[in-house]
Nanobody, 120 residues
Framework: QVHLVESGGGLVQSGGSLRLSCAVS????????MSWYRQAPGSQRELVAT???????NYADSNLGRFTISRDKSKNTMYLQMNSLKPEDTAVYYC??????????????WGQGTQVTVSA
């Protein structure tokens, strides 16, 4: 089995920073890419940023220059450093991993989500 555990969410004032983490544990065979998504109340889930196994990164336009995605391969852990946070960044942030678990086909796995709230 594979488990994704997110942490680091919380309440922060506008202009502040938070660092999210997503740790993957269990029978990991191969991780192809890792991503952060977010979903605000009444909105669809949207992509925040992606990092591939080769280290390439991709960001949503709204996050460019403010968010940084990174990964520690040795720990199967992904991070999202969020700076200059705005109230519109308030959402539940989800970890998504494109991977193969041992003995399984390639699939997408989701974490349980972590709440980020930015006050004005």
């Amino acid at each position: 089995q594979v488990h994704l555990v997110e942490s680091g969410g919380g309440l922060v004032q506008s202009g502040g920073s938070l660092r999210l983490s997503c740790a993957v544990s269990g029978s990991v065979y191969m991780i192809y890419s890792m991503s952060w998504y977010r979903q605000a109340p009444g909105s669809q889930r949207e992509l925040v940023a992606t990092i591939t196994s080769g280290g390439s990164t991709n960001y949503a336009d709204s996050n460019l220059g403010r968010f940084t995605i990174s990964r520690d391969k040795s720990k199967n852990t992904m991070y999202l450093q969020m700076n200059s946070l705005k109230p519109e960044d308030t959402a539940v942030y989800y970890c998504n991993v494109d991977m193969r678990a041992t003995g399984q086909w390639r699939d997408n796995y989701w974490g349980q989500g972590t709440q980020v709230t930015v006050s004005a």
